[in-house]
Nanobody, 115 residues
Framework: QVHVVESGGGLVQPGGSLRLSCSVS????????MAWYRQAPGKQRELVAS???????NYKDSVKGRFTISKENGENTVHLQMNSLKPEDTGIYYC?????????WGQGTQVTVSS
């Protein structure tokens, strides 16, 4: 069983920064993809950024140059550094891990960008 927990959300003004963290525990494998998704009110959940076990990253076009996904070596922890935040970045941010055995989600953390 795999347990995923997010942290680091909150309220920030436009132009500000936040750092989200995602920790995974349980039965994990070296071949995996971890990703951050977000869901705004009334909209579908969308992929924001992802990183593989080998360090390959992928970003949604609208966050390129502002968001950075990274992982801690030897740890099942991933971070999402979000800079120059915009009101349209508001939503619930979910962490996901895909590996042999399935796809696992956290409960989500709220990010609100507002003045």
């Amino acid at each position: 069983q795999v347990h995923v927990v997010e942290s680091g959300g909150g309220l920030v003004q436009p132009g500000g920064s936040l750092r989200l963290s995602c920790s995974v525990s349980g039965t994990t494998y070296a071949i995996y993809t971890m990703a951050w998704y977000r869901q705004a009110p009334g909209k579908q959940r969308e992929l924001v950024a992802s990183i593989t076990g080998t360090g390959f990253t992928n970003y949604k076009d609208s966050v390129k140059g502002r968001f950075t996904i990274s992982k801690e070596n030897g740890e099942n922890t991933v971070h999402l550094q979000m800079n120059s935040l915009k009101p349209e970045d508001t939503g619930i941010y979910y962490c996901n891990r895909q590996q042999e055995g399935g796809s696992y989600w956290g409960q989500g953390t709220q990010v609100t960008v507002s003045s």
